[in-house]
């Protein structure tokens, strides 16, 4: 099952090949992903399913492009140090199986401004808006899952050429998927 947050991510994944559009953000993700996990899984166990959360990213550090498996996804916009301060785990970062080392911080917030670009970039290479939502997701009902991520941007004030960004984007996630799906079915 391939999931990205707009069609026009997921435009150039072959066809028969399930794709769940979840909207914007960690939480329109994870409830879509969840729904859809519910509904892959009935009668199947977990491990013969697998979610690929393909899109697109914005480099948090210069020279950055292409394409990337990140092996961590941080929840970037929650306060988690005053989370654990009153004895709670944030669980911020979640490890992903089969990745490259790379780190990507996913969080509601759509990344223009350097000053939380250089913040960022102090914990990970790249940022997203859905990772966090769709791992978590997967996690709970046990499916494997993998992300793979495409630069789009530099996660600063170019960023808001992102919408005529994307295709060219998609086409490479969409080659990714056609290369790797038989590997991962």
Known sequence: MVVSAIRAEAKYVPEGIPVVVTGIGKTAAAVAVSKALAKALAGREAADLVVL???????????????YLPSEVINH?????????IGLDPQESLKVEGGDGSVLASGDVFVTDPVIRTRLAERAHLVDMEAYGVVYACREYGVP???V?????????????WPALVDASAKVLGEWVRSEVGQVR
């Open 149 to 161: 991520k495409h630069v789009s941007d530099s996660a600063d004030e170019a960023s808001m050429d």
């Open 77 to 85: 916009d929650i306060n988690a140090d005053a989370v654990r301060a």
């Open 145 to 147: 899952v993998r992300l």
């Open 53 to 67: 959360n393909v899109g697109t990213t914005g480099a948090l550090r210069d020279g950055m492009a292409g394409l």
